[in-house]
């Protein structure tokens, strides 16, 4: 027994916006920012050694 398949045809294209986003973005002057550990924060719990920065963020 063979039940018949339904089957979609798309009349219409959907045209993608340009460019909008890098305009947005290059208003804005980059700026690196560091998230430093102060105090009691700056120490590992297991050994007490002060922790050292691994990376850090440029936020636009």
Do not use: N, W
Not at 7 to 32: C, D, M, N, V
Not at 41 to 58: F, M, R, T
């Amino acid at each position: 027994m063979t039940y018949p398949v339904e089957t979609e045809e798309i009349t219409y294209k959907h045209q993608k916006a340009k460019g909008k986003r890098q305009a947005i973005l290059s208003q804005f002057t980059p700026e690196k920012v560091h998230h430093e550990l102060t105090g009691e924060d700056s120490l590992c719990p297991d050994c007490h050694e002060e922790l050292k920065e691994i990376g850090s963020v440029i936020q636009r």
